[in-house]
């Protein structure tokens, strides 16, 4: 068994977690454990007080006694409202308070995206037009390419917590672009994880999103790979058959 663990902001679609924990259909748990999101609001001195230390350190014990093995902050813009620098910070300090190997949504979209050997991405965000730009920003301090940035004005997770099929089609498809070879929607508030082969078909391309792709990373820093091609394109790199 390979206990997996995230820290997850708030209440808005944590029920990803254990959709995806079935989905890998192997001897892995995925253990989550809730932060005080304080104000829920896509704005970014809020977003850099919900990822604090502070914040991150109060999960850590309850989180560590469930045996993971490795813990993810399961939040994009609570991690890339740091800038590149800052969020490896904001990293390191995770890893010393945890005692175990630590990441973020943010870095686990990097990684995902040299996983897929993708140069160039979109982005389908859910926040105002502000905090996207910083996403992107993230990605190119990573040399990433991003050729588009669509933002959609949400204020609160608790809003995206709502969107149903319509709303997440309605984002990959106005997200697109022709020279895109991946499509992103980071927010971890976005429930995903049942959509992910129906948002490829839709748009032709690799699509990753916020808690496909942490849930991902856990698995990398533990050193695991699956094969789960209801999870996207992202988890087809491996053999089918699983050891």
């Not at 995925?30 to 919900?50: C, N, P, S």
């Not at 897929?116 to 990433?144: C, M």
């Not at 390419?145 to 990959?172: F, P, Y």
Request: charged share 20%; hydrophobic share 45%.
């Amino acid at each position: 068994m390979t206990a997996l663990g995230f820290l997850y902001p708030g209440h808005s679609a944590e029920d990803d977690y254990p959709r995806i924990e079935q989905l890998l259909a192997s001897d892995i748990r995925l253990d989550l454990v809730h932060t005080d999101i304080g104000e829920d609001a896509h704005r970014e001195d809020a977003l850099r007080e919900m990822g604090s230390a502070q914040r991150l350190a109060a999960g850590v014990e309850a989180l560590r006694l469930t045996g993971a093995e490795a813990v993810v902050w399961a939040c994009t813009s609570g991690s890339f409202v740091y800038g590149w620098e800052g969020a490896h910070e904001q990293v390191r300090a995770l890893a010393l308070a945890a005692g175990m190997p630590a990441s973020s949504t943010s870095f686990a979209f990097v990684h995902a995206i040299q996983e897929l050997g993708a140069r160039r991405v979109a982005i389908g965000a859910t926040y105002p037009d502000d905090v996207a730009q910083l996403f992107a920003e993230f990605l190119r301090a990573a040399d990433v390419d991003v050729v588009a940035v669509r933002g959609s004005g949400i204020i609160t997770a608790a809003e995206v917590g709502t969107w149903g099929d319509k709303e997440l089609h309605a984002l990959a498809r106005e997200a697109d672009h022709p020279d895109a070879e991946a499509i992103l929607l980071p927010d971890t508030a976005l429930h995903t994880a049942s959509h992910l082969p129906a948002l490829e078909e839709l748009v032709g391309k690799p699509v990753l999103t916020a808690n496909q792709v942490t849930v991902w990373e856990a698995l990398r820093l533990t050193d695991r790979r699956v094969n789960a091609p209801e999870l996207g394109s992202l988890f087809t790199k491996e053999p089918i058959v699983q050891v």
